[in-house]
Nanobody
């Protein structure tokens, strides 16, 4: 069983930045990691992912603004979010996958508002 704990969410003005962190209870070496988000009334969507080799994927709406990275030794992944806008308001969830296993964090709220 792996526990994921997200942090770093909060209230930020449009154009601002936040860095989300997700720390696992164990090693993430070899795990595929991802950030999802869910806005009110919408389905959960994949925002970014990073595989075990460090290759990243970003959904079109965040390309050029968000950067996902990982520190295996710390069991942590990050999501650097820049140039935030109101469409980025959502609960952000960390996801970890390894073979048949999938784990989710509890989520962290990101609110972009003036």
């Amino acid at each position: 069983q792996v526990q994921l704990v997200e942090s770093g969410g909060g209230l930020v003005q449009p154009g601002g930045s936040l860095r989300l962190s997700c720390t696992a209870s164990g090693t993430i070496f070899g795990w595929n990691m991802a950030w999802y988000r869910q806005a009110p009334g919408k389905q959960r969507e994949l925002v970014a992912s990073i595989n075990r080799r460090g290759s990243t994927y970003y959904t079109d709406s965040v390309k050029g603004r968000f950067t996902m990275s990982r520190e295996n030794a710390k069991g942590t992944v990050y999501l650097q979010m820049n140039s935030l806008n109101s469409d980025d308001t959502a609960v952000y969830y960390c996801n970890a996958r390894y073979e048949e296993e999938t784990y989710w964090g509890q989520g962290t709220q990101v609110t972009v508002s003036s």
